[in-house]
């Protein structure tokens, strides 16, 4: 396995970039110039009321990974001016940060090497080691702690775990209340100083910033290396009913592994994650880079843990744009589930879990709507799984239940796990199809599902959207396929209705339009809805009708849409199924490259041709739309319930100057399967024979 491309050191940090983001699923952090002070921390599955609007979503934690340094008297979090940064730089093979610092007073220098990394293996737990080497005998207080400067809410100061006195209690407890007090997350952590045996060691639990900490205090000497090394764990409410209590259990756990043992394993799981690196044999090093960068985003952003599925930035957030409160999605059904399902499939499943465990959301909500089944919130809060969606916008945006149930059946053909589809992705595929019926109405042209908003979420409502319709087809297929896997009688009316749900017609050409009535010239008519309900849908049309649709979304819609977020990332691959390759080429610079944020090459919401825009990312309508382009589009993948050897069903297409796609490791049914999609070839290969072998 070769090792991924992590991106270039910075080494002249502008005002204009996002902080560093490391992740694991279950937390996220972003880490400044400066990467333990003014840093933000998110819990996946914490929660509070925006103080704007009372609306449920994200909240932010005190962080975790907070310090100080004080040389010769003089604190650093009052002196950041006397701060020169040196370096800062990401490695994607293991997940961690380093920043390199230069702090001087007087005529003391201390040289600060800071490494930071959430880990996989306990996901509850991120790490940070300080090291400082001052270049002249001075006094030197190293602190570090759980740090709420900013944090909305209030904070709890326990002095130790409940129940019985224990020698591994932490050093620090703090439990965190949202704003609006609808959670609690649980913060413990503990520290060690190596390199000096005199040190004085103090503990506040609350000092005047709100921090807990421990300070170690000693007389440094030039040249020598000092090592602060720091573990904090986070447990939120939702996750355990004491979550300080729990924090304190894992952070033992954590702390009897040791250091060296925990970044071992952080080594050791990435390897393994990494084992699905998409490799482009023709691609340019800086496209192979955003490459690497695309999957690293994604999978440091899921784990099996994650209670509440993922947002679309995952949990990175920082204060100069919404992040859509964290609110999750349809967009991760959609984007981000499809890759995960072959290259980490128990991420996929903790995500399907947060929907399988709000269907009875789902369905109060649909019988508040007047329709069967259940509706699926098209904005969903972290806690409670209700409709969050801000304002009193109508509830037509029915496609979020079909993509929801869409990603289930995927799921199954995936893993081939008959118990899964019988336990968790039947009661949902049945419930998706139930509001189908009832959502859709027999008329003279057939069946119609009219006054409905797609995925260019345009007003006013149009009738037969053909992403909707097409995705509607699919999932009453599925579900009645999956009734008579189960041994169930499926529905009649599911049949006649997918057979006869309208498409809409265009009035010339053989491409499928968006809607009835569209006009390419209609508000946001340059989403290429109808293409999206081809791939990564799957509805089956002819080849012909494929081609011409496809065509018309590279030809006629793409100019008034590419660069727009969600589906431009699809675009490259619509001109290489419609035969042109070097317009495909063109598009993946406007359609993803020009989504790419310096210098981390995290995935923006917007591209760099809109200046007026605030800088976010990684956003993951992007992200998965481009990787699962890399894994099902270009390859010509369908995932179904034949064995996964018929899965390989088109001729493989690249854009121009792309040999090859290759991985070394999916899981297909529950074992590894390298991929191999060459340009021009027949069909793909899905090879499990190596990876037998190996094991």
């Given at each position: 396995?070769?090792?991924?491309?992590?991106?270039?050191?910075?080494?002249?940090?502008?005002?204009?970039?996002?902080p560093?983001?490391?992740?694991?699923?279950?937390?996220?952090?972003r880490?400044?110039r400066?990467?333990?002070?003014?840093?933000?921390?998110?819990?996946?599955?914490?929660?509070?009321?925006?103080?704007?609007?009372?609306?449920?979503?994200f909240?932010?934690?005190?962080?975790?990974?907070?310090?100080?340094?004080?040389?010769?008297?003089?604190?650093?979090?009052h002196?950041?001016?006397?701060?020169?940064?040196?370096?800062?730089r990401y490695?994607?093979g293991?997940?961690?940060?380093?920043?390199?610092?230069?702090?001087?007073i007087g005529?003391?220098?201390a040289r600060l090497?800071?490494?930071?990394?959430?880990s996989?293996?306990?996901?509850?737990?991120?790490?940070?080691?300080?090291?400082?080497?001052?270049?002249?005998?001075?006094?030197?207080?190293?602190?570090?702690?759980l740090?709420p400067?900013?944090?909305?809410?209030?904070?709890e100061?326990?002095?130790?775990?409940?129940?019985?006195?224990?020698?591994d209690?932490?050093e620090?407890l703090?439990?965190?209340?949202?704003h609006?007090?609808?959670?609690?997350?649980?913060l413990?952590?503990?520290?060690?100083?190596?390199?000096?045996?005199?040190?004085?060691?103090?503990?506040?639990?609350?000092?005047?910033?709100?921090m807990?900490?421990?300070?170690?205090?000693?007389?440094?000497?030039?040249?020598?290396?000092?090592r602060?090394?720091?573990?904090?764990?986070?447990?939120?409410?939702?996750?355990?009913p004491?979550?300080?209590?729990?924090?304190?259990?894992?952070?033992?756990v954590?702390?009897?592994k040791?250091?060296?043992?925990?970044?071992e394993?952080?080594?050791t799981?990435?390897?393994e994650?990494?084992?699905?690196?998409i490799?482009?044999?023709?691609?340019?090093?800086?496209?192979q880079?955003?490459v690497?960068?695309?999957?690293?985003y994604?999978?440091?952003?899921?784990?099996?843990?994650?209670?509440?599925?993922?947002?679309l930035?995952?949990?990175a957030?920082?204060?100069?744009?919404?992040?859509?409160?964290?609110?999750?999605?349809?967009?991760?059904?959609?984007?981000?589930?499809?890759?995960?399902?072959?290259?980490?499939p128990?991420?996929?499943?903790?995500?399907?879990?947060?929907?399988s465990?709000?269907l009875?959301?789902?369905?109060?909500?649909?019988r508040?709507?007047?329709?069967?089944?259940?509706?699926?919130?098209?904005?969903?809060?972290?806690?409670?799984?209700?409709?969050?969606?801000?304002?009193?916008?109508?509830?037509?945006?029915?496609?979020?239940?079909?993509?929801?149930?869409l990603?289930?059946?995927?799921?199954?053909?995936?893993?081939?796990?008959?118990?899964?589809?019988?336990?968790?992705?039947?009661?949902?595929?049945?419930?998706?199809?139930?509001?189908?019926e009832?959502?859709?109405e027999?008329?003279?042209?057939g069946?119609?599902?009219?006054?409905?908003t797609?995925?260019?979420e345009?007003?006013p409502?149009?009738?037969?959207?053909?992403?909707?319709?097409?995705?509607?087809r699919?999932?009453?297929?599925?579900?009645?396929?999956?009734?008579?896997?189960?041994?169930e009688?499926?529905?009649?009316?599911?049949?006649?209705?997918?057979d006869?749900?309208?498409?809409?017609v265009?009035?010339?050409?053989?491409?499928?339009?968006?809607?009835?009535?569209y006009?390419?010239?209609e508000?946001?008519?340059?989403?290429?809805?109808?293409?999206?309900?081809i791939?990564p849908?799957g509805?089956?049309?002819?080849?012909?009708?494929?081609?011409?649709?496809?065509?018309?979304?590279?030809?006629?819609?793409?100019p008034?849409?590419?660069?727009?977020?969600?589906?431009?990332?699809?675009?490259?691959?619509?001109?290489a199924?419609?035969?042109?390759?070097?317009?495909?080429?063109?598009?993946?610079e406007?359609?993803?490259?020009n989504?790419?944020?310096?210098?981390?090459?995290?995935?923006?919401?917007?591209?760099?041709t809109?200046?007026?825009?605030?800088?976010?990312?990684?956003?993951f309508?992007?992200?998965?739309?481009f990787?699962?382009?890399?894994?099902y589009g270009?390859?010509?993948?369908?995932?179904?319930p034949?064995?996964?050897?018929t899965?390989?069903?088109?001729?493989?297409?690249?854009?121009?100057?792309?040999k090859?796609i290759?991985?070394?490791?999916?899981w297909v049914?529950?074992?590894g399967r390298?991929?191999?999609?060459a340009?021009?070839a027949?069909v793909a290969?899905?090879?499990?024979?190596?990876l037998?072998?190996?094991?």
């Open positions: 396995m070769s090792e991924p491309l992590s991106p270039p050191p910075v080494r002249d940090y502008l005002p204009s970039y996002i560093a983001y490391i992740a694991n699923g279950v937390i996220g952090l880490c400044p400066i990467p333990f002070l003014g840093g933000v921390s998110m819990v996946n599955g914490f929660a509070g009321l925006d103080a704007r609007d009372g609306l449920e979503g909240a932010r934690t005190p962080f975790p990974l907070g310090a100080d340094v004080a040389l010769d008297g003089v604190r650093l979090s002196a950041p001016q006397c701060v020169r940064f040196v370096e800062q490695d994607f293991r997940a961690e940060l380093r920043t390199v610092l230069d702090y001087r005529d003391v220098t090497e800071i490494l930071q990394f959430c996989h293996q306990l996901p509850t737990i991120v790490l940070q080691e300080i090291r400082v080497t001052v270049d002249r005998a001075s006094a030197l207080t190293l602190t570090v702690g740090d400067t900013g944090v909305e809410g209030f904070g100061y326990p002095e130790r775990p409940s129940g019985k006195e224990t020698p209690r932490p620090g703090l439990v965190w209340h949202s609006g007090d609808i959670a609690t997350c649980g413990a952590f503990r520290s060690e100083l190596l390199g000096a045996t005199d040190a004085e060691q103090g503990r506040t639990r609350q000092d005047e910033r709100g807990v900490a421990t300070n170690y205090t000693f007389r440094a000497r030039a040249g020598r290396p000092y602060v090394r720091q573990m904090s764990s986070l447990v939120p409410s939702i996750a355990h004491h979550p300080a209590d729990h924090a304190a259990r894992l952070l033992a954590a702390m009897d040791g250091w060296d043992r925990m970044r394993d952080q080594r799981a990435w390897e994650l990494w084992r699905a690196r490799t482009i044999d023709g691609a340019s090093r800086r496209w880079a955003i690497d960068a695309s999957l690293f994604l999978l440091t952003s899921v784990h099996p843990a994650s209670v509440a599925s993922t947002s930035f995952g949990l957030y920082w204060p100069n744009y919404h992040y859509y409160r964290g609110h999750v999605m349809w967009d991760i059904e959609t984007f981000a589930v499809p890759p995960l399902m072959l290259v980490e128990e991420s996929a499943r903790a995500i399907l879990d947060y929907r465990r709000h009875e959301v789902a369905k109060v909500n649909a508040l709507a007047g329709w069967k089944g259940a509706m699926y919130p098209w904005e969903s809060c972290p806690i409670h799984g209700e409709e969050v969606t801000p304002g009193s916008s109508a509830l037509t945006k029915d496609h979020a239940t079909l993509d929801i149930a990603a289930f059946a995927g799921f199954v053909h995936a893993t081939g796990d008959r118990d899964y589809l019988r336990r968790t992705a039947w009661p949902v595929l049945h419930a998706a199809a139930e509001f189908i009832s959502r859709a027999r008329t003279s042209r069946y119609e599902i009219r006054q409905v797609g995925p260019a345009a007003n409502p149009r009738d037969n959207n053909a992403f909707v319709n097409m995705a509607a699919v999932v009453l297929r599925e579900a009645s396929a999956f009734a008579e896997t189960l041994g009688e499926p529905r009649r009316l599911w049949g006649r209705i997918a006869k749900l309208v498409l809409p265009a009035s010339r050409g053989r491409h499928i339009p968006n809607h009835d009535d006009r390419v010239d508000l946001k008519g340059g989403t290429p809805e109808a293409s999206a309900g791939f849908v509805h089956a049309v002819s080849p012909d009708v494929e081609e011409a649709t496809f065509r018309f979304a590279v030809e006629e819609q793409s008034r849409y590419v660069g727009t977020a969600m589906l431009s990332a699809f675009l490259p691959y619509y001109a199924r419609a035969g042109l390759a070097e317009k495909a080429t063109e598009l993946l406007s359609g993803y490259g989504f790419i944020n310096e210098p981390f090459l995290e995935t923006d919401e917007f591209t760099d809109a200046p007026d825009q605030p800088r976010t990312g990684p956003m309508a992007n992200i998965g739309g990787l699962t382009t890399l894994l270009y390859p010509g993948l369908r995932l179904g034949g064995a996964p050897e899965w390989p069903e088109r001729r493989v297409v690249l854009p121009a100057g792309w090859s290759e991985v070394e490791r999916l049914h529950g074992e390298s991929l191999t999609a340009a021009g027949r290969i899905l090879d499990g024979r190596s037998r072998r190996a094991s």
